[in-house]
Structures are given as C-alpha cells and as structure tokens.
C-alpha cells in the first residue's frame, strides 16, 4: 500500500508539471512540440490511472497504454492537416483555372503558357497528397 501511495503522489506530481505545456498550445505550435506534447500527457495521465487502479504494474502499463493513445491522437491531427493543405491546393487550382480562363479570354499568350504549367504543377501536387493521403489512411473515407 506503502508503493501505491507513493506512486500515485509521484504520478500526480508529473501529471501536474506537464500539465500546463498542453493547456499552453496555440495554433502557433510547431507539429513536433505538439507530438512531444501529447506524449507528455498520455503516458502522465496513463501513469496515474494505471496508478490508481493496479499500483505500480498498472502505473507502467498505464503509461504505455498513454502513449499508444497519444500517438493515435497524433496521427488523427497529422491527417487533419494534410486534408486540410490538400484543399487549399485545391483552392488554389481553382483560382488559377478561373485565371487562365480570363486570360483567355484577353488573349494574353504568354501568361497563359505560365497559369497552365502552374495548373500542371498543382494537380501534381494534389494527385501526389491524394495517393498519400489514401496509403497512409485507407480504412477512413
């Protein structure tokens, strides 16, 4: 009981130093402090429920069964964020098929010859994410 107490006091001791890295976080966090981040708090908060419920065992597996929980947690926002450069690359093709389609009809030649290469590169780029996005994901729609 002894190695209980002083595990759980131990594990809420951690918790409460790592606790305000998280609550910190603003858009402005770089993807590996907010990996790093995430890791802090499952395998934290894991140690102390493991804690809680099976002492020091259950304080170890707790903490690992946190860090697998974070590291789904960080695969969830890697996908997010690639989704989301995926349709603002998608944007951009847009805005500039609407271009070459005013250019067009202008009749400016050489700027035409430019907003179609960057079309080629673009959809290039959105082809590669999608292939990315389907291999790294292929369970999730």
Not at 19 to 44: I, R, Y
């Amino acid at each position: 009981m002894k190695y209980a107490t002083i595990t759980i006091t131990l594990s809420l001791i951690l918790n409460q130093a790592f606790s305000p890295l998280t609550h910190a976080q603003t858009q402005s966090t770089e993807p590996a402090e907010t990996k790093t981040q995430n890791d802090l708090v499952g395998l934290g908060s894991g140690a102390l429920l493991g804690s809680a419920v099976g002492g020091p065992v259950g304080g170890v597996i707790g903490g690992i069964m946190g860090l697998f929980i974070s590291n789904d947690v960080n695969n969830d926002n890697a996908l997010a964020q690639a989704k989301s450069e995926l349709k603002e690359t998608k944007l951009q093709l847009l805005a500039l098929q609407r271009g070459a389609d005013a250019l067009i009809l202008q009749g400016n030649k050489q700027s035409i010859k430019y907003v179609r290469i960057k079309q080629r590169v673009l959809k290039t780029m959105i082809d590669l994410r999608s292939k990315a996005l389907q291999q790294s994901n292929p369970t999730r729609p």
